[in-house]
């Protein structure tokens, strides 16, 4: 019947989220997180995902690195890598599962190496690595789906290399805040006033910082200019 028919497509929704669309418009690291926010037509959402870099390198003694590392709870692997000039060679493969240990690891390896080995991906960029091994460019249309706010699927919609394309339109507010003395002179200051577009807040400062959050929240903006 029509009703089963209805109830089948809605628990399928569950099991199987939407795929949703959006502009990337920024993309950081917090702790072991990938942190995306994602302009929609509506709204900015917030959503974080896993990433598990790599981290590559090339020395005479792969087998007595490896065994070091080992030593110091980080696991890896042996496999065979291409150089630039299209020639394979034995490698060892560091996959760094706690991000925030990414140049910990590195240094690491670099100390026991005596600086002598050649090491790959580890002067990258988190965020640059994580675009890069996604597919993904900053304003780029993107299609994604998540669950509880994780990231599970995505995947850029536009092409990194096309010359005609479309920005969203960004919503902007201008903010400035008045202290009592020059920020230039000592940070013992307290504060006076914020201007937030054309409205001002004064009083006591909780007061002004509650304001201040009201109106902020209110007006959501996706670029603030100070």
Do not use: H
């Amino acid at each position: 019947s029509n009703k089963k028919i209805i109830k089948i497509f809605e628990s399928d929704s569950k099991i199987f989220p939407p795929k949703m669309e959006g502009t990337l418009i920024d993309c950081y690291r917090k702790g072991n997180k990938i942190i995306l926010w994602i302009k929609d037509k509506a709204k900015n959402i917030r959503l974080e995902d896993t990433f598990v870099p790599k981290i590559y390198v090339k020395s005479r003694g792969l087998l007595s690195l490896r065994k070091r590392l080992y030593a110091n709870g980080i696991s890896s692997d042996i496999v065979r890598k291409k150089s630039f000039f299209g020639n394979e060679a034995p490698a060892l493969e560091v996959k760094i599962y706690e991000i925030e240990k990414y140049r910990q690891i590195a240094t690491l390896i670099e100390k026991i190496e005596d600086y002598s080995a050649e090491i790959y991906n580890a002067d990258l960029k988190l965020e640059e690595y994580y675009l890069f091994e996604k597919g993904l460019f900053p304003l780029a249309k993107i299609q994604f789906e998540s669950k509880d706010s994780q990231i599970t699927e995505i995947k850029a919609l536009d092409d990194a290399d096309d010359t005609f394309y479309e920005l969203p339109e960004f919503s902007a507010c201008r903010l400035k805040a008045k202290t009592k003395d020059n920020l230039f002179k000592t940070l013992e200051t307290s504060l006076e006033k914020i201007f937030f577009n054309k409205e001002a807040f004064a009083g006591n400062e909780s007061d002004i910082l509650l304001q201040f959050k009201c109106a902020f929240e209110n007006s959501d903006p996706d670029v603030i200019w100070t």
